[in-house]
């Protein structure tokens, strides 16, 4: 098993930043990707950002791109800086964890194996 944690979720203002972590402990893959992913009150849970397991390769979703920075410092931290959120970015944010060995997309949730239990990201008009 592979435990995620995640943190930095928040109240902030349109146009603010907050930057989320997830830290995976437990089992570990000897490599794997870490995805970003979303739910909106009243929607469904939809895909956010993505980064590879060298750290080289980042996928974002349309809605965020150029916004939103994924990065990781090492195999089992990664980062999600978010910038001039808007209050459509209001959501629930989990982080999970694709191995390296699945061939489909990074947009995908069902290459996720492993999620966190979210955090609140909250942005006020």
């Known amino acids: 098993q592979v435990q995620l944690v995640e943190s930095g979720g928040g109240l902030v203002q349109a146009g603010g930043s907050l930057r989320l972590s997830c830290a995976a402990s437990?089992?570990?893959?000897?490599?794997?990707?870490m995805g970003w992913f979303r739910r909106a009150p009243g929607k469904e849970r939809e895909f956010v950002a993505a980064?590879?397991?060298?750290?080289?390769?980042t996928y974002y979703a349309d809605s965020v791109k150029g916004r939103f920075t994924i990065s990781r410092d090492n195999k089992y931290t990664v980062y999600l800086q978010m910038n001039s959120l808007k209050p459509e970015d209001t959501a629930v944010y989990y982080c999970?964890?694709?191995?390296?060995?699945?061939?489909?997309?990074?947009?995908?949730?069902?290459?996720?194996?492993?999620w966190g239990q979210g955090t609140q990201v909250t942005v006020s008009s």
């Open positions: 437990g089992r570990t893959f000897s490599s794997y990707a």
């Open positions: 980064i590879n397991w060298s750290g080289g390769t």
């Open positions: 999970a964890v694709r191995p390296t060995y699945y061939s489909g997309s990074y947009y995908s949730q069902s290459q996720y194996d492993y």
